[in-house]
């Protein structure tokens, strides 16, 4: 049995979030809490409200109208609210108001710094100049800027319109962006003239302009002066950010909203359809951002939060939605975590006193093949918590940001969900943990892991991941596609939403993820996660990073194909391929070995440093990739195309 590797400390528990909203709740532990949260959400969710001070305009009649079924739950009908109210409005008046909101650096270096203040100041003054474009309650609104204090700015101002904010990832193609405006509607968008990624200059406008020609037609295209490099214009249709908000006062009314209103819309990659529409709510969205960062997470408003992420996937939102209703600090930064000098991510913890640090398992691997030393070149004392998500964690990576990071005592507190509502399992500072685990349910998310016929699995086993509740974060549908939804997340199972992930729950409740359900491999009649396989693999100490998938065999049903990236300085041979296949066979027996091992320069990921295997097993298998519009790296696709081919 694996050994706890950190146990709560006294005085972490004792001043935890969650051990006051218990006392509040009249929860006897952390598990009373979720049960109640699970099957007592009126109970749960009025306290809550009260607790954090979350507000209204007019109060609800009731907490949660289940009426037209489980996959249509409806929170606090009869009230009206708004995000905004509770991200930014709630904080005049108060010591919060005049503390630093986004602390930011650029790629270049420049620094800013904003207060809530300022950050209502310039939301007021955007606002008033989208309302005076024509731009009104719920017209969606595109956002398509790398991370910037206008990024979040311009978040918050098009839900404080009532508007319906669409995040576009910054490394999107003219075409990708083309595709969600056209299924989204969207009226307007907003972005850059050009920003820097990596040293190179990336055209925004011009991306912006070749996907406005080949989509519906844009009313209104924002421009904030970033980069200076010149670009086209339509007087037609673009305007500067300077000129719109030119005139417009720093106060500006918050629109009133009803609480189920669509204020956020995030796609998500379909496997071979088109992308997922996923739709947030001025209730659902905030509301859950506060359980998952706060409740469960214990992020406290003195905390100043860094986590590097782009603004078009979920965690942005998270982080501009959710740290600014929690009224702490956010470190925003523009670029990759490691350049332009590469322990960036580090210095900027040292430099900005950061107490609260998101991570990426990826991205740890990649500290650790460029052979970082966090502790000896920067005094990262400062550090109270370790957030991580986005992928299963390998026990080499791990260990190495407990250890070389956390110096052996800051917990890893994992998250594990997706776009469509955050957080289903997670990990809280009053349970111990093991290596690579979650110690705990989201409350209101009746997280299961099920057999096949949708029963509970034992403990041990690996399952898929459901939940039997719909937790007040959960996506309101898909945009303009109700059959797809029922389809995709309700139909294994009568009222349990299949979220597509393998996990296991071992006897001491520890949670485990193995990874999606369509990366999950079935060798010799036993069904592995990739992460099992690529920890072997890493251990080596041969390679930078691994990617495990499964392609059909006429044999064994199916194979396993490693595709992986060697260190700086290892060279690619044939007695390497017969190393690392004989590391995986050793351990975990001859049905493993791989049937090819394929070399490499960069695996296909997400801005985020999400893996995408399923792409990688898509082109080992010679099948369509599906959607590939998320990738950061689109030509690591072509590349191992022709490396199959060259191995075939």
Not at 84 to 107: C, Q
Request: net charge negative; charged share 25%; with cysteine.
């Amino acid at each position: 049995m694996t050994e706890f590797a950190w146990l709560p400390d006294p005085k972490l528990d004792a001043a935890a979030n969650a051990t006051a909203f218990m006392h509040a709740l009249g929860a006897s532990d952390f598990s009373d809490m979720v049960h109640c949260a699970d099957y007592e959400p009126e109970r749960f969710h009025s306290k809550l409200f009260e607790f954090i001070d979350y507000r209204f305009y007019r109060p609800y009649t009731r907490i949660l109208d289940e009426s037209r079924g489980i996959a249509w739950a409806r929170w606090c009908p009869g009230a009206t609210t708004n995000v905004v109210l509770n991200a930014v409005d709630r904080w005049r008046g108060t010591p919060t108001y005049d503390k630093a909101a986004i602390v930011w650096e650029g790629e270049s270096g420049t620094r800013r710094s904003l207060t809530y203040r300022d950050l209502d100041r310039e939301i007021c003054r955007l606002s008033g100049g989208l309302r005076a474009l024509g731009l009104a309650k719920g017209d969606v609104v595109a956002i398509y800027m790398p991370n910037l204090p206008e990024a979040a700015i311009a978040m918050l101002a098009v839900a404080k319109i009532g508007g319906v904010v669409m995040p576009l990832f910054s490394g999107f193609g003219a075409e990708a962006i083309a595709t969600r405006l056209e299924t989204s509607g969207a009226r307007a968008l907003i972005t850059v003239d050009g920003s820097s990624r990596r040293g190179k200059l990336v055209d925004s406008k011009a991306v912006v302009d070749d996907a406005v020609s080949r989509s519906r037609p844009i009313e209104h295209v924002v421009v904030l002066r970033h980069s200076g490099n010149d670009i086209d214009w339509n007087r037609a249709r673009d305007h500067w950010w300077d000129e719109v908000c030119r005139g417009q006062p720093g106060e500006a009314p918050t629109e009133e909203m009803d609480p189920e209103a669509p204020f956020l819309l995030v796609f998500t990659s379909g496997t071979t359809d088109k992308p997922k529409g996923v739709v947030h709510t001025h209730i659902g969205f905030p509301v859950k951002s506060v359980i998952d960062l706060w409740l469960v997470l214990d992020c406290k408003p003195e905390d100043r939060v860094m986590w590097i992420s782009d603004m078009g996937w979920v965690v942005g939102p998270l982080l501009i939605y959710g740290v600014t209703v929690i009224g702490a600090t956010l470190v925003l930064v523009e670029g990759a975590p490691n350049y332009p000098d590469p322990d960036r991510m580090w210095r900027l913890a040292a430099e900005n006193g950061v107490t609260y640090l998101g991570v990426a398992p990826t991205t740890i691997r990649t500290f650790m093949a460029q052979d970082s030393k966090p502790l000896e070149t920067h005094d990262l004392s400062s550090l109270r918590l370790m957030i991580s998500s986005g992928e299963a964690w390998t026990e080499a990576a791990w260990w190495w940001l407990f250890d070389k990071v956390g110096r052996s005592r800051l917990p890893i507190l994992n998250l594990s969900g997706g776009t469509e509502m955050v957080g289903i399992i997670g990990s809280t500072v009053k349970l111990p943990l093991k290596p690579c685990a979650l110690n705990c349910a989201v409350p209101g998310t009746g997280a299961d892991v099920v057999n096949e016929d949708g029963t509970t699995a034992p403990a041990g086993s690996v399952g898929e991941l459901v939940q039997r509740r719909p937790s007040i974060g959960l996506t309101r549908g898909l945009w303009q596609d109700s059959e797809r939804y029922l389809k995709t997340y309700w139909s294994t199972w009568p009222d349990i939403w299949h979220h597509g992930d393998f996990v296991s729950r071992d006897k001491d409740g520890q949670w485990y993820v193995h990874g999606r359900s369509d990366d999950t491999m079935k060798i010799a009649g036993k069904r592995t996660g990739p992460a099992e396989i690529e920890s072997q693999l890493l251990a080596t100490g041969r390679l930078s990073e691994a990617a495990a998938v499964g392609i059909p065999d006429p044999i064994k049903g199916s194979a396993i194909v490693i595709v992986c990236v060697p260190k700086p300085g290892i060279a690619t041979s044939e007695e390497l391929r017969n190393e690392l296949s004989e590391a995986v066979a050793r351990s975990l027996g001859a049905p493993f070995r791989p049937k090819q091992v394929i070399f490499i320069s960069d695996l296909p990921k997400t801005r985020n440093m999400k893996i995408m295997r399923r792409v990688i097993r898509a082109v080992c298998s010679g099948d369509n990739p599906g959607d590939l519009s998320s990738l950061v790296n689109p030509e690591a696709v072509e590349e191992l195309r022709q490396r199959c081919r060259e191995r075939r």
